[in-house]
């Protein structure tokens, strides 16, 4: 199985501020991740596709880089709706795999 | 809009199953997978399976295989997710979602379904 590992688990931050989480996987998954969030007693909600795609929607704020094994997912300046989990999840292979999530709190 | 909605919640005694109902519309049910994703009180994710709707066929991953069942009923677009001998560990939210193939991402994703195990 390929194991995706986040950093960090939590972080906090103040509105405003840039925030970068990471996602580091245990292979080669070329582009093949993507970001979700989700708010607390919510259902995950995709933010991001195919490593750097941003979904119809979703604000210009988000945005996801990097190939390979090693990605990050970016808040450019943080908003007090943005407190949430956010999860990278790899589609390379089976089984699909999420990393342990981001706790971000203002 | 697309949407998959869920059945309520359960609670079931360790050794019973459990059977998940998922209703989809906006879209053409037979024409996108589902694929079925629990989340541990506090924990992270975790997948489960996939069903192919058109054709019924059905994927697992290794430590569901033997408990789990997939099924669907095109004639009301809903995907079903059956786990049987539960244990107390199973307890989480299940959630169904929809993807546009085996290998992709996620959306839109149900709005889950707690199961608690409790004698």
Not at chain 1, 55 to 62: A, H, K, L, N, Q
Not at chain 1, 76 to 85: F, G, K, N, R, V
Not at chain 1, 90 to 98: I, K
Not at chain 2, 68 to 75: A, E, I, K
Request: charged fraction near 15%.
């Amino acid at each position: 199985d390929i194991q995706m590992t986040q950093s960090p688990s939590s972080l906090s931050a103040y509105v405003g501020d840039r925030v970068t989480i990471t996602c580091q996987a245990s292979q080669d998954i070329s582009h093949y991740l993507n970001w979700y969030q989700q708010k607390p007693g919510k259902a995950p909600k995709l933010l991001i596709y195919d490593a750097s795609n941003l979904e119809t929607g979703v604000p210009s704020r988000f945005s996801g880089g990097g190939s390979g094994t090693h990605f990050t997912f970016t808040i450019s300046s943080l908003q007090p709706e943005d407190i949430a989990t956010y999860f990278c999840q790899q589609y390379v292979d089976l089984p699909l795999t999420f990393g342990g999530g981001t706790k971000v709190a203002i | 809009q697309v949407q998959v909605v869920q059945s309520g919640a359960e609670v079931k005694r360790p050794g019973a199953s459990v059977k998940v109902s998922c209703k989809a519309s906006g879209y053409t049910f037979t024409d996108y997978y589902i694929h079925w994703v629990r989340q541990a009180p506090g924990q992270g994710l975790e997948w489960m399976g996939w069903l192919n709707p058109k054709f019924g066929g059905t994927n697992s991953a290794q430590k569901f295989q033997g408990r789990v069942s997939m099924t669907r009923d095109t004639s009301v677009n809903t995907a079903y997710m059956e786990l049987r001998s539960l244990r107390y560990d199973d307890t989480a939210v299940y959630y169904c979602v929809r993807a546009d193939r085996i290998n992709s991402w996620f959306d839109p994703w149900g709005q889950g379904t707690l199961v608690t195990v409790s004698s």
